[in-house]
């Protein structure tokens, strides 16, 4: 390969140690010379100053025309060196060069003119000294040799002493060195004298050296003068002529102008001449824009970029390349013209998508172009090696039938510019001939550019894929359609034996996958079947566990209960702690239906009142949390014990030792759950450790209301009796068909009706044998057996829908007496079975609607639960008692509270009562209550439980019937009150005569004074009471009143209690925080006064808290309803009464 010596670059070789010389020196032939030409002028210089010293003094003139002049031949020299080094190559030492043991390898250059590699090798091996020649001494105050044709270099200097004498040498070239003095005077004994020199002079004399001048100091502050300030008159008054504009302002130019105002802000200025200057652009051909360049033309368009010049005859091309200085290339020239490459994806994407855009013609695909056949190889003309200036041009070459064109003048090209990387590229262009071969491309054009960046990333890593090499190509949009083509990759070489393999792969795949999930599926099942096994066999322990602790609980509950039987005669008699936990045990689907259930847990809260026994201490467990305005008003409350006893307001006590209110803190954990008290009770343990503390070493039992499973463990915790029966005898006897079974065992007259109905068949069989045998009742109850409070009823309407009754009545009539007779009603029972069930699809309506919205809704829970159908009365006037009654542990029956019920939500749910009931004899009531306590007794029922009877006038006989309808084997909520009108009033229940008296108050004694002839007896105290309460009072506008307004409002109406007379009104606050319900109490001498008053406080509070824009949600007034008919039915009553005495004392 010839070398020419034109436009070749400087070559530099490393030196031994890694360093790397600032100059280099080669031919030392041509260089000696020019080095003893420089030492004979220093040599000069120094004899002229050393004659000199013969007393007379030396001139600065004289002094400065010999640097001149020494400074002039240095410059010459230095210009005929850097001439003849910018013609010379350096290069390596031969590998095969013959070295001396104890030689140096050192630089060289390589004058291309004179030598060939041949000469120069021996030139190299004749120019090693050995160092011992190069370490022989000197003698003292010896100059520099000169050393003229002979070749030779200093040698057996470390690199730091080389380095250190080249920049010597530099320092003494540059007279304007700082180094320059101290080296001449250390090297050559030569002091030269400090002259003073301007900093611009000295700049300019390296720069004539070309020297590098050091870069000029950062000016620090501003470097512009501030703009003229308008002055301050014209400031302020704008209506002034501005000022004149001297040359000095139109020298700082427009912008100062425009600043202080002698311009306006909105005036149009015109430049004349103007700064920017039109002229037509002249378009180029878009042919010539992919053409590929041709090398001998770089030079005069500039690396390729073609410049709008005008039109002018230029030097041939070898004449401008011989002209042109050449400069070595700098490693970074890539770099400045922004074209760094990257190995990030987004590069790689940015290029594909700007390779997408050169695309073919629409009108025809790329693979459908003809394909033009390959030209003939021509040698490509001799270029220089590629720089980084080619890197604007576009190389892009074709690839046809998988093959490359390597003789295309743009793959020519493309490779010339490339063949510093030529290596890597060419294994990118493997794999891109490799894909484009097996998808049978036709062809493609490939953009050398990305390749080439391609290469770069991929050279150390993993191979390029598909994605990556299509980014190459230009028309990817058109080799994409054939790719991904389904069936193309078989198109290519080796085609059928690439699709054989596929389907014998495929066709294994498919067979190991259906047997891998065919195992994995059957694994699956297995575990499943394991994991159920595991958990079916822990679960049945865990049952069977629970099953064991309820059976252990049971027991010791019996036990328990045994032992407290045996001592409650002392037990009654002596201090002790009832427990209250007034929890409502029902069913799961029960609770979850009941709005407000913890509120509704809460109305209970009268049973602090036990404290009126000096022996009883309370610990209550409250459903809800308190508020600390609620705890200061029982704290009131049961603080008048003192004042009611004596009488005198004055005599409060404090008694917050004798109670204890606690709330389970499960509350929080289950807010949502509606979970009984009991149930969250039994998972608090910080509020039952705290029970536990408060009973250690007392007597104590604990009283539930409705009762439940979770009881036991409670009781089994604290190690306390409960004093309720056990929960699955309180459960069965509290359903309405248990409940009929005690009644029908006590004898007591009950409704017509059936119990445990489970069928459809057995409920219309059951009604049309009730309906045969009792045709002068009009409607038909249906009740549900686990619900309560009158939730679960239905009613019918039976005889107004039968098309048969008028005939059923004439063939009772026929009968006459034989009626009952069973064959005697068949035909009426076989004609009314077949109407009844459309009667009931049709007619019959559920009580709750909100519960049981439709009568399909009931007939649903009816027959799943089962239930009982009865009769209602058949009278306009009804009236429903309730008697609370207590079976002791030891056996003794007792009647507690016994009053008539207030309906207002619903005739069939009780919202209030009225102690003690006027409305059946008591002798009548107590024997059937006592009956009825009696039965119960016999199936181990203990402790407190509440009867519902009806009474009303028979319309046939005229004769009061009694009826009983309902047990409730719970602590009721009239109870609870019952004990509070206790409280409040000291007094008692006379349970033969149905009396509440209450002590007489104490009176002065006065002095007796003599009654006069006709003068009446003062007639005695009336210590009568009548009591009328509820805890449903409901009125959603509450809320937005407290509690210490509240009480002040009703003492403004003079709504209160009087603790001497024994009557008035007392609250009871069940919900701390919302304060929408209310219970209430209202005792008067009479009941129509009782019942007026109670009426009254409902009324004001109503009108208090009502706007007529807001009456909120109340079930006041349907209770003055219901209150106002029982005042007139009571009026009526004792006016009747009154005729009577007056009739019976006119007999007598």
């Not at 404290?611 to 200061?632: A, K, M």
């Not at 004439?810 to 009952?820: H, I, L, V």
Request: glycine letters at 6%; hydrophobic letters at 35%; charged letters at 25%.
């Amino acid at each position: 390969m010839s070398i020419s010596n034109e436009g070749l670059p400087l070559l530099r070789a490393p030196l031994p140690g890694g360093d790397y010389k600032a100059k280099k020196f080669s031919g030392f032939q041509n260089f000696l010379p020019q080095i003893a030409l420089v030492q004979d002028d220093i040599r000069q210089l120094r004899e002229n100053l050393t004659n000199k010293g013969d007393g007379k003094g030396i001139t600065i003139e004289e002094l400065e025309n010999a640097l001149n002049k020494t400074e002039k031949g240095l410059q010459q020299k230095a210009e005929q060196m850097l001439s003849q080094l910018n013609n010379q190559v350096q290069t390596l030492p031969s590998a095969d060069a013959i070295q001396a043991p104890g030689f140096m390898a050192l630089e060289s250059t390589w004058d291309l003119k004179k030598q060939t590699r041949g000469q120069h090798r021996i030139e190299m091996s004749q120019a090693y000294v050995p160092r011992e020649k190069l370490r022989q001494p000197q003698p003292a105050g010896a100059l520099l040799p000169l050393r003229k044709g002979e070749p030779t270099q200093l040698q057996g200097l470390s690199p730091g002493q080389q380095s250190k004498q080249t920049l010597a040498l530099r320092a003494v070239y540059n007279p304007h060195s700082q180094q320059n003095r101290p080296v001449m005077n250390e090297n050559f004994g030569i002091m030269l004298p400090l002259i003073p020199q301007s900093k611009e002079k000295k700049k300019s004399a390296q720069r004539a050296l070309h020297l590098p001048v050091p870069p000029p100091k950062p000016v620090m502050g501003s470097t512009i003068e501030p703009l003229a300030v308008l002055p301050k008159a014209n400031r302020v008054d704008a209506q002034l002529a501005p000022p004149p504009i001297t040359e000095d302002d139109a020298r700082k130019g427009i912008l100062s102008l425009i600043e202080r105002g002698l311009i306006p802000p909105a005036a149009q200025l015109t430049l004349d001449p103007s700064p920017v200057k039109n002229r037509m652009v002249p378009l180029h051909n878009p042919e010539d824009r992919n053409k590929p360049p041709c090398t001998p033309e770089i030079a005069p368009t500039l690396a390729g970029v073609k410049l709008d010049l005008v039109t002018k005859n230029y030097e041939s091309a070898t004449e401008t390349m011989a002209k042109m200085p050449v400069i070595p290339p700098h490693p970074q020239s890539v770099n400045s013209l922004g074209l760094s490459r990257t190995t990030s994806g987004k590069t790689r994407t940015t290029s594909a998508a700007s390779s997408q855009k050169a695309k073919t013609p629409a009108t025809m695909k790329t693979y459908e172009m003809p394909i033009q056949p390959l030209q003939p190889h021509r040698k490509p003309p001799p270029t220089t090696p590629a720089s980084g200036d080619f890197k604007m041009i576009s190389h892009r070459f074709a690839v046809q039938n998988g093959r490359i064109r390597d003789t295309s003048s743009e793959f020519l090209s493309f490779k010339q510019h490339y063949c510093l990387t030529w290596g890597s590229i060419v294994t990118v262009l493997k794999h891109l001939e490799k894909m484009l071969n097996n998808f049978a491309v036709p062809v493609a054009f490939i953009n050398g550019d990305r390749l080439a960046d391609l290469a770069e990333e991929f050279e150390l890593e993993r191979p390029p894929s598909i994605d990556d090499l299509l980014s190459c190509i230009v028309n990817r949009d058109d080799v994409e359609n054939i790719i991904f083509k389904p069936g193309r990759r078989f198109k290519g070489p080796n085609g059928r034996d690439i699709a054989s393999a596929k389907i014998q792969a495929t066709w294994k795949m498919y067979r190991e996958r259906s047997t891998y999930l065919e195992y994995r599926r059957r694994k699956w099942a297995a575990g499943v079947i394991a994991i159920s096994w595991i958990m079916h066999i822990k679960m049945a322990k865990v049952r069977q566990q629970l099953k064991q602790v309820r059976l252990d609980n049971l027991e010791n509950f019996r036990r328990r209960a045994k032992k407290f039987s045996m001592s409650w005669d002392r037990i009654k008699k002596s201090k002790r702690v009832i427990i209250h936990i007034p929890s409502l045990g029902l069913n799961q689907d029960i609770r979850d239906s009941i709005h407000d259930f913890g509120i509704r847990q809460n109305t209970q809260m009268s049973r602090l009142c036990d404290i009126r026994d000096p022996n009883v201490d309370v610990i209550f467990i409250s459903p809800v949390p308190l508020s600390e305005e609620t705890l200061q008003y029982y704290s009131k409350l049961l603080g008048l014990k003192s004042a009611i006893d004596s009488g005198n307001v004055e005599d409060q006590g404090e008694f917050s030792d004798r109670y204890k209110i606690i709330v389970p803190e499960a509350i929080k954990s289950f807010p949502t759950h509606r979970m009984c008290l009991s149930t969250l009770l039994k998972y608090s343990p910080q509020a039952l450790f705290r029970v536990k503390n408060l009973i250690k070493g007392r007597e104590a039992y604990m009283m539930t209301n409705v009762p439940h499973v979770d009881d036991l463990d409670i009781a089994q915790y604290l190690n306390v009796p409960i004093f309720a029966p056990e929960p699955e005898v309180a459960h069965l006897y509290s359903t309405k068909s248990g409940c009929q079974r005690i009644f029908a065992s006590a004898n007591v007259e009950t409704p017509p009706g059936d119990h445990d109905v489970y069928t459809m068949g057995l409920l219309h069989e059951c009604l049309a044998q009730l309906i045969t045998e009792n045709l002068n009742v009009k409607r038909w109850l249906f009740k549900l057996d686990d619900e309560f409070d009158g939730r679960g009823i239905a009613y019918c309407d039976v005889t107004e829908h039968l098309k048969c009754f008028t005939w059923a009545q004439k063939e009772e009539k026929r009968y006459g007496d034989k009626w009952s007779k069973k064959w005697a009603q068949e035909p009426v029972f076989i004609k009314i079975l077949a109407e009844i069930e459309d009667v009931l699809k049709n007619h019959a309506c559920p009580v709750n609607t909100k519960v049981y919205p439709t009568w399909d809704k009931f007939l649903q829970s009816f027959l799943s639960q089962g239930g009982v159908i009865e009769a209602c009365p058949p009278s306009d006037s009804i009236t429903t008692l309730t008697v609370d009654m207590l079976i002791e542990p030891n056996g003794a029956v007792s009647i507690v509270s016994c009053g008539d019920q207030i309906h207002a939500e619903s005739p069939f749910s009780c919202w209030g009562v009225s102690i003690p009931q006027s409305s059946v004899e008591p002798d009548v009531l107590n024997v059937a209550c006592y009956n009825i306590a009696e039965s119960c007794k016999r199936r181990g029922i203990m402790g407190y439980f509440a009867i519902d009877f009806v009474t009303f006038i028979h319309p046939t006989t005229m004769e009061q019937k009694l009826w009983a309808l309902d047990i409730s084997l719970q602590y009721s909520d009239s109870l609870a009150m019952f004990y509070l009108m206790q409280f409040v009033s000291n007094g008692t229940l006379n349970t033969k005569t149905h009396v509440f008296d209450v002590p007489p108050p104490k009176q002065e004694a006065k002095k007796r004074r003599r009654r006069l002839h006709g003068q009446d007896e003062e007639q005695p105290p009336n210590t009568n009471r009548f009591g009328v309460m509820s805890t449903r009072l409901l009125h959603t506008n509450l809320s937005v009143v407290h509690y210490s307004v509240f009480f002040q409002m009703c003492r403004a109406h003079g709504i209160g209690y009087d603790i001497k007379e024994k009557q008035g009104t007392v609250f009871m606050l069940i919900d701390s925080f919302n304060r929408e319900k209310l219970g209430m109490l209202a005792i008067g001498e009479t009941l129509q006064g009782a019942l007026a008053s109670f009426a009254r406080n409902m009324s004001v509070i109503h009108q208090e808290i009502s706007a007529p824009n807001m009456q909120g949600d109340t079930n006041f007034s349907r209770a003055i309803s219901d209150i106002e008919g029982i005042l007139g039915t009571t009026i009526q009553n004792a006016d009747e009464a009154d005729e009577e005495t007056e009739g019976s004392n006119e007999s007598k």
